[in-house]
Each structure stands twice: as structure tokens, then as C-alpha cells.
């Protein structure tokens, strides 16, 4: 892969390559032009483009990726771009590096068209027909291409105007001295960190990972809906939902759907493999046993996980399908509440734990065993402040 997907996109350029599923699930690559465009959208953080192909106005959504024209959905998805190329009759190969450099460079400056010479030879190539043609004998055309690779491409996308919205949940919801506090943030006893300042707010984009946790929100709501034990849980980042969850994806009830805080040393081996929170550490010493990944819905609690370093911290932001909760309030749960909990889990009947801290924080800490029930959204970059 061309790029790392922990790399911030935020220069306009022709980007990579975007395309669209076709018959057969085989994918297609849109014109230059319209790409770019939907490239630039995407990187301006917009959640979505209306592009034109063959006349028709085609509806991109830049969250979902899809596209849709009249009453037809297709998939759609970007791929790091590798290079110009034209096709014989026998195959596609490369523009040599000159040629294909001047192409980038005059789609990138939003000409509609690029004339060089190859050879003794001049041709002209048109952005939005993808097409070359001599200039000295017009019947004389071959297809071209922006080539993509085979992998989609995820990545993070800062979002600098939401940076409030986050600083808000740091600024009204405190977490009180623990015990974690001093023994895994490094934190002096009995003390908690004044303030916090949000310096970055990035979103998650990868079309594959959100597409798996659709699937698993539908059998989550399922087996909701069949469930006695189902009730509706309540969060303290319910404020964050509006501002954060587009209208076309809110957030579920039927599966109980919540954004949650996730602290962790090892938020940079998430974003290294593809935002895969199972590489989230399990602690030995967790309310519920060590095989779960484990959630605030505050910042300031999640914060005690995120490191001894007090400049350049990440939290990560994750929409979280609670489903069928379990509930205690014990302090410090047995070994025989924690295997209880294991056994239901197991089942399938539930789907995680909320754990009320009464008699310590005041807080309530979420454990979820199955990671395809949670979608890493957005990173947050902060600090403390003694």
C-alpha cells in the first residue's frame, strides 16, 4: 500500500482512484475528472458529491460509499493511484514517467484536456472521455487510465471544525482520582489533570470495515428484537451523537448503537492495522475478565489508559453496538460474576457489560467481547494540563 493509513489527507490534488462496482462485482474506474472531483469532496471532509457521467447526475455518498443514479445503488470505493496508462489490443501498459507525471499535472490543475508529444508524434488526451487520439490522424484513439491498485484505501481525514465538540465532553464530564490514574497514566496520587485540550479531531474512512459492521449491527438488532432482556442504555455522549452522526447514518435504538471512549497505549497499533481495535491490550485486571475491549463514555476516564506522556495522546471515538446489556454494580466483581458474564456473552444472547462504579467513581466502564461490534470513527489528538 501506497500510503500509511495512520497519514493525514489534507491537500487537494488529483488523489487516488475511485471507482464503482459494476456486473459481476468487477469495478470500474470513473472518468479522471469526475475522480478528482470526488477525490477533493472527500478529502474537504463533504459527505457527498453529485458528479456527471454519460449525461445522468450520479449521487455519490462519501460515508456509505455508493453511488446512486435513478432508482440504481451501486458500491463504490478509492484505491491508491500507481500510474497512467493506455491500452493495445493485446493488453494496458504504462505511460513512461514523463508523460504520465505531465497528465497528473494538468488534471490536477483542472485543464479538461493534455496534448504532448511522444515520439514525432503528438496526441491529445480528454479528461472526461478517456481517450487518446494523434493529433495528425484522429481515427487513430486508444482508452486510458488513471491505474489503481487492487486494496482500498483506508485512512484519516481531519476534521478541524469539530475539535469543540470534543473539547466540550473533556470540559463537562470529570473523571475523579483513581487508582488507574496514578498507576497507568503516571499520574501524582490523589490528583487529576486540570484541563484537557483537544489539538486534532480526525475521522476513520474504510469502506470495508464499515460495511462488516453493518452486517453485524443488523444481527445485532435481531436478536434485540427477540430478546426479553432488551432495554435501551442511556450515555454521556448522547450530546456528542447530533453533531457527530450524519442524519442518513444515526445511530441505531434498535441495537442500542452509542459512540463510547476507548484509552489505550496501543492506539497506534489500531491505526497500523487498519483500525482493528482487537489489537486493543485486554487488561488482566478488568472489571469482567481480559478478553474484552473496554469503553468510557467519557473522555476524561479514557484518558487514564492513553499513556504516561502528557503532549501528543490519542483517544479513539468508536460507534459500539451494546445490544442486550448485562449490569452490575459491584465494585470488584467475583470470579464467578465474571464467568457468569463469559458464559451469557458467549451465548450470543448478550453482547455487553455495563459496569456501575458506585462506590468508587460514580462512573460506568463498558466491556464488549466481539470487536465486529465496534467501529473505530475518530481519533483524538490531546493534551494535559497539571
Not at 42 to 53: F, L, N, P
Not at 368 to 378: G, M
Amino acid at each position: 500500500m501506497s500510503t500509511s493509513p495512520a497519514s493525514t489527507a489534507t491537500t487537494e490534488g488529483a488523489g487516488d482512484v475511485w471507482q464503482f462496482a459494476g456486473r459481476s462485482n468487477a469495478w470500474y474506474d470513473y472518468a479522471a475528472d469526475a475522480g478528482l472531483a470526488l477525490d477533493r469532496a472527500y478529502r474537504r471532509g463533504s459527505k457527498s458529491a453529485d458528479i456527471e457521467a454519460k449525461g445522468l447526475i450520479v449521487a455519490v455518498d462519501l460515508q456509505a460509499f455508493t453511488q446512486t443514479c435513478g432508482k440504481k445503488t451501486r458500491n463504490v470505493r478509492r484505491v491508491p493511484f500507481l500510474g497512467w496508462q493506455f491500452q493495445t489490443s493485446a493488453c494496458w501498459r504504462d505511460f513512461d514517467s514523463d508523460a504520465s507525471d505531465r497528465l497528473e499535472a494538468a488534471l490536477c490543475a483542472d485543464q479538461p484536456l493534455c496534448v504532448f508529444m511522444h515520439g514525432s508524434s503528438r496526441y491529445e488526451i480528454v479528461f472526461s472521455d478517456m481517450r487518446q487520439t494523434r493529433c495528425d490522424d484522429p481515427s487513430r484513439r486508444r482508452r486510458v487510465r488513471r491505474r489503481g491498485g487492487e486494496t482500498p484505501l483506508p485512512e484519516l481525514v481531519l476534521w478541524r471544525v469539530l475539535i469543540p465538540a470534543f473539547q466540550a465532553n473533556f470540559d463537562e464530564f470529570r473523571a475523579p482520582w483513581s487508582r488507574d490514574r496514578t498507576n497507568r497514566a503516571g499520574w501524582p496520587a490523589k490528583t487529576v489533570p486540570s484541563r484537557y485540550v483537544v489539538n486534532n479531531v480526525e475521522k476513520v474512512y474504510h469502506p470495508e470495515r464499515w460495511a462488516a459492521y453493518k452486517k453485524a449491527l443488523d444481527a445485532v438488532a435481531a436478536a434485540c428484537a427477540s430478546s426479553s432482556s432488551f432495554a435501551l442504555v442511556s450515555v454521556q455522549t448522547r450530546g456528542l451523537n447530533a453533531q457527530l452522526a450524519s442524519p442518513e447514518w444515526a445511530l441505531r435504538s434498535d441495537c442500542n448503537e452509542v459512540y463510547l471512549f476507548h484509552g489505550s497505549t496501543a492506539s497506534s497499533e489500531i491505526l497500523e492495522a487498519h483500525f482493528d481495535v482487537s489489537m486493543a491490550r485486554p487488561s488482566t485486571a478488568s472489571l469482567v475478565g481480559g478478553s474484552k475491549v473496554y469503553f468510557s463514555d467519557i473522555a476524561a476516564k479514557s484518558d487514564e489508559y492513553t499513556g504516561t506522556a502528557n503532549q501528543g495522546l490519542r483517544m479513539l471515538l468508536c460507534r459500539a453496538a451494546l445490544g442486550v446489556s448485562l449490569y452490575t454494580e459491584e465494585a470488584a466483581p467475583s470470579d464467578a460474576t465474571k464467568a457468569e458474564f463469559d458464559r451469557k456473552l458467549a451465548s450470543g444472547q448478550y453482547h455487553s457489560v455495563r459496569s456501575f462504579r458506585k462506590s468508587t467513581t460514580g462512573l460506568t466502564e463498558f466491556a464488549i467481547a466481539d470487536p465486529n461490534l465496534i467501529y473505530v470513527e475518530w481519533v483524538i489528538t490531546y493534551s494535559r494540563v497539571a
